[in-house]
């Protein structure tokens, strides 16, 4: 089969190739509008009325247009939708919020995918890009991240960062709500029998409290993390806050559940994780690991290019040989960490739901 990019004219071609060239203006542009807070303009009230570019900045800007052309260039990336009264150039322009763009609206634990943009586009974080083809030339050498920021690690520059933590901790809140509420509607008895559950990696223990609030039947959830992250955790009913290193041992119970953890890891890593989470469950005890699960073929749809990128955001920011994995490769690593019983369920278009049963 050809490649799309095999099916353009040169002209075609030629185009194709400056919007790629001009993609970071995308991001940068979204970023902008968010700290500008036009998305919770748009939303106040959940009226979603349209606006124009004046409308959305203080009174007497000297210049609305300059607002304008940033979402323009969002309207054609389906962020916003653009209304206009009448024909012709005068006619003024009016934006609203697309059902793309109301990612970026606060859900009920007041954070959103905004948080998730603007955690990625940190000046820290900004700054690795430029070294991303060191990563290729020397893959056991730092991280870009690293490389560019005086050799500390992601993990230990939030760990520094008061701010910056906070941002990261937001971005996972909003991504990881919807996504919870899909597995809690449609997982159906994964939680069957369960009574213990291990949460590792769960940080403040939010996503424990959503399944503990849903699965009445679990009555004892253990929220595992690092000690100084699991010491600024809220108390949660039922739920007992555990610090400790996931590479020495986890705490045992009826399943164990991580979500995002497995990506950021090496296949040695990982399977020392993994490793771990076998040995602290009893016989048919299983891990419930929800992670990005990129597809076998390369295609041009939204779903394999939402994945790949953030394959090499992960291999930026993270680490260079931490990396999404495919089906085969999630299986083999349980495999190899002793669990005989692995299947996917695919319940969300970007993580998938990983059982592995002892």
């Not at 949460?199 to 959830?221: F, P, Q």
């Amino acid at each position: 089969m050809a490649a799309a990019g095999d099916e353009l004219s040169p002209a075609e071609a030629r185009l194709a190739m400056m919007e790629l060239a001009n993609m970071v203006s995308i991001p940068m542009a979204l970023t902008a509008v968010i700290r500008l807070g036009v998305p919770a303009k748009l939303s106040a009230a959940g009226a979603n009325a349209p606006l124009s570019a004046a409308d959305l900045l203080p009174a007497g800007h000297p210049d609305p247009s300059v607002l304008e052309r940033l979402l323009r260039l969002l309207t054609s990336r389906g962020v916003f939708s653009e209304h206009r009264a009448g024909a012709g150039a005068s006619s003024p322009r009016r934006f609203a919020l697309t059902v793309l763009g109301r990612t970026l609206v606060p859900g009920p634990s007041g954070a959103s995918y905004a948080d998730y943009v603007l955690q990625h586009h940190q000046d820290a974080l900004v700054r690795a890009w430029p070294h991303l083809h060191e990563a290729v030339l020397d893959p056991a050498g730092p991280e870009p991240f690293a490389r560019a920021n005086a050799g500390v690690p992601a993990y230990a520059y939030y760990g520094q960062d008061k701010e910056a933590n906070e941002v990261m901790l937001r971005a996972m809140t909003g991504v990881s709500e919807p996504f919870m509420e899909a597995l809690l509607d449609s997982y159906g008895g994964g939680f069957e029998g369960v009574r213990t559950l291990v949460d590792v990696g769960g940080s403040s223990g939010a996503c424990l409290e959503m399944i503990m609030r849903r699965v009445r039947t679990i009555r004892e959830g253990v929220n595992f993390d690092l000690p100084d992250v699991v010491a600024a955790a809220p108390p949660i009913p039922g739920v007992k806050h555990v610090g400790g290193d996931m590479f020495n041992s986890i705490p045992s119970g009826d399943a164990i559940f991580m979500k995002w953890v497995l990506t950021t890891w090496t296949n040695e890593e990982c399977t020392a994780i993994l490793t771990n989470c076998y040995k602290s469950l009893p016989a048919g005890g299983k891990l419930i690991a929800c992670e990005p699960v990129v597809p076998d073929t390369t295609d041009g749809s939204m779903r394999t290019r939402a994945l790949l990128g953030n394959d090499i955001f992960v291999m930026v920011i993270y680490r260079t040989q931490g990396r999404e994995r495919s089906e085969e490769e999630f299986r083999q690593l349980g495999l190899a960490a002793g669990f005989t019983v692995f299947r996917a369920i695919y319940l969300d278009p970007f993580y998938a739901v990983l059982e592995y049963t002892k």
